[in-house]
């Protein structure tokens, strides 16, 4: 039987290096996850995502909630204009969002994905 209710304060999550899946287009961008939560299926999780500078081809298949505590970076959705986000800034990314992801200025955010 599964938790109702997980207490992140209580988990230790381990780093996972370089584990993006997505395709670099500039730099030589490096990644650490560091996933508090995923939930028994797998289609959930939950954590701290950090990303050196480069950019990124995207292509979403999940729907994700963001919130940059460190960075700046540049999301432009394929025929959209760039959307800038920095520290502080909150926001969602909704299942098949397609375009580019640039780090300008190394991030760190908590995500959950779902």
């Not at 670099?24 to 959930?44: I, W």
Request: with cysteine.
């Amino acid at each position: 039987m599964s938790k109702s209710i997980v207490v992140l304060r209580d988990t230790h999550p381990l780093p996972v290096l370089d584990a993006c899946k997505w395709e670099k287009l500039a730099g030589d961008p490096h990644t650490v996850n560091l996933n508090a939560y995923t939930s028994e299926d797998g289609s959930k999780i939950m954590g701290t995502w950090i990303c050196t500078p480069g950019k990124w081809r995207v292509n979403y298949e999940k729907w994700e909630y963001c919130h940059f505590q460190e960075g700046y970076c540049v999301i432009t959705p394929d025929g959209q204009e760039p959307i800038h986000l920095r520290a502080g800034d909150i926001f969602i990314v909704e299942p098949g969002m397609r375009g580019t992801w640039e780090v300008v200025e190394t991030v760190r955010k908590y995500f959950v994905f779902a």
